[in-house]
T-cell receptor, first 111, second 108 residues
Framework: SQTIHQWPATLVQPVGSPLSLECTVE??????LYWYRQAAGRGLQLLFY??????ISSEVPQNLSASRPQDRQFILSSKKLLLSDSGFYLC??????????FGDGTRLSIL | AQRVTQPEKLLSVFKGAPVELKCNYS??????LFWYVQYSRQRLQLLLR??SRESIKGFTADLNKGETSFHLKKPFAQEEDSAMYYC??????????FGTGTRLKVLA
């Protein structure tokens, strides 16, 4: 069966430090992959999605970037974190034309 | 613009009372709509999708194209239904549009 792994679960970083959040999917090939930010009262904001290796679409211009170095690996990065980057980040995957499946999320706190 | 609106941030009902979580969407074509649920300390997970026309955990949702709504209903709420509920729209692309969510609290 398919599974999605997202880590770390929590992360505390100083302002100006780099970021790397990783998400991997097992048991499927060529999934669509997504990064969301979940904020209280604001729902899920789609940040990036990818339909294939090296194909990244950005939804919101910001301090973050995403990469897909392998078919089932999706990475969310930043070179210099801002206080406003604090939040809860969710990775999701879906087969083509099917509903999304979400990971456990990463709570990122910027100090 | 494509949008999903969940007007209630918090909905409190007593156990055994009917529940209706509202969802309205803005989309000119034929959308695919979903309800996702997040129980405490669990992953966000799919509850139901409109094309399935099925009842999951006693919940149903009917797509009303005239009113552009996809409200989630359950005739008798249970305490274990307490959770965060998100309505989502897939306008036929890879992008999903989520509402801001409604927290349901079922009181004993």
């Amino acid at each position: 069966s398919q599974t999605i792994h997202q880590w770390p679960a929590t992360l505390v970083q100083p302002v100006g430090s780099p970021l790397s959040l990783e998400c991997t999917v097992e048991g499927t090939s060529n999934p669509n992959l997504y990064w969301y930010r979940q904020a209280a009262g604001r729902g899920l904001q789609l940040l990036f999605y990818s339909v294939g290796i090296g194909q990244i679409s950005s939804e919101v211009p910001q301090n973050l970037s995403a990469s897909r170095p392998q078919d089932r690996q999706f990475i969310l990065s930043s070179k210099k974190l801002l206080l406003s980057d604090s939040g809860f980040y969710l990775c999701a995957w879906s087969p083509s034309d099917q509903p999304q499946h979400f990971g456990d999320g990463t709570r990122l706190s910027i100090l | 613009a494509q949008r999903v609106t969940q007007p209630e941030k918090l909905l409190s009902v007593f156990k055994g009372a009917p529940v209706e979580l509202k969802c309205n969407y803005s989309y000119s074509g034929s959308p695919e709509l979903f309800w996702y649920v997040q129980y405490s300390r669990q992953r966000l997970q799919l509850l139901l999708r409109h094309i399935s026309r099925e009842s999951i955990k006693g919940f149903t949702a009917d797509l009303n194209k005239g009113e552009t709504s996809f409200h989630l209903k359950k005739p008798f709420a249970q305490e274990e239904d307490s959770a965060m509920y998100y309505c989502a729209l897939n306008p036929g692309t890879y992008k999903y549009i989520f509402g801001t969510g409604t927290r349901l609290k079922v009181l004993a």
